[in-house]
Nanobody, 116 residues
Framework: QVELVESGGGLVQVGGSLILSCSAS????????MGWYRQAPGKAREFVAD?????????TRYADSVKGRFTIINNARNKILLQMNEVEPEDTAVYFC????????WGQGTQVTISS
């Protein structure tokens, strides 16, 4: 059974930093792309960032709202990090990890709350 596990969520003040981690395990085909999405209360899930895992690996994309503040990192074969800097109240959401291989897999999500 394929499993994506996120960690690192929590409460942080405006302007602070946070690191999210996601690891994929189980009988998963080679992963092409891993990424992060988020869903705020009452809103649809939205793209945050992703990074390629297969050659050419390390190619990143970011939503305009986080560009320059968030960094997605390939940490290991099936693991990624999301470095969140200069966080804003609008970054409050449940953050979901995704992995694309033969299909798209999702984690259960981790709550990030930004306090002002």
């Amino acid at each position: 059974q394929v499993e994506l596990v996120e960690s690192g969520g929590g409460l942080v003040q405006v302007g602070g930093s946070l690191i999210l981690s996601c690891s994929a395990s189980g009988p998963i085909f080679p992963i092409k792309v891993m990424g992060w999405y988020r869903q705020a209360p009452g809103k649809a899930r939205e793209f945050v960032a992703d990074i390629t895992k297969k050659v050419p690996s390390g190619i990143t994309r970011y939503a305009d709202s986080v560009k320059g503040r968030f960094t997605i990192i390939n940490n290991a074969r099936n693991k990624i990090l999301l470095q969140m800097n200069e966080v804003e109240p609008e970054d409050t959401a449940v953050y979901f990890c995704s992995a694309e291989s033969d299909r798209t897999y999702w984690g259960q999500g981790t709550q990030v709350t930004i306090s002002s």
